[in-house]
């Protein structure tokens, strides 16, 4: 009679890349076309209720706009992330 049978080998999980924040993307895309962008921060609302709006510029030219966010950092990724949307709508790709 045989016994259970065990299996000793291990499956490998493969790590993932970490992923790129918003910011960063938008850092190497503006670095490809060598765009000067400009990052703009509003603190908006009451002072016991502040929030934030983020953009970003090239000259006159709004690249993107966050939603009012409750930290600065977020108000960054949330524009730059519309930031990207612009520029792969325009073809920077």
């Given at each position: ?23 960063q993307l938008l ?50 990724e949330g524009a ?14």
């Amino acid at each position: 009679s045989s016994g259970p049978v065990s299996s000793t080998s291990q499956q490998r999980i493969p790590k993932l890349a970490p992923s790129l924040s918003g910011r960063q993307l938008l850092n190497q895309r503006l670095q490809k076309y060598k765009l000067p962008a400009i990052f703009r921060a509003n603190l908006v609302g009451p002072a016991q209720a502040p929030r934030w709006k983020g953009s970003f510029w090239i000259k006159d030219t709004m690249l993107g706009t966050s939603n009012l966010e409750h930290s600065k950092a977020a108000a960054k990724e949330g524009a730059a992330m519309s930031a990207l949307k612009w520029l792969n709508t325009n073809h920077y790709y």
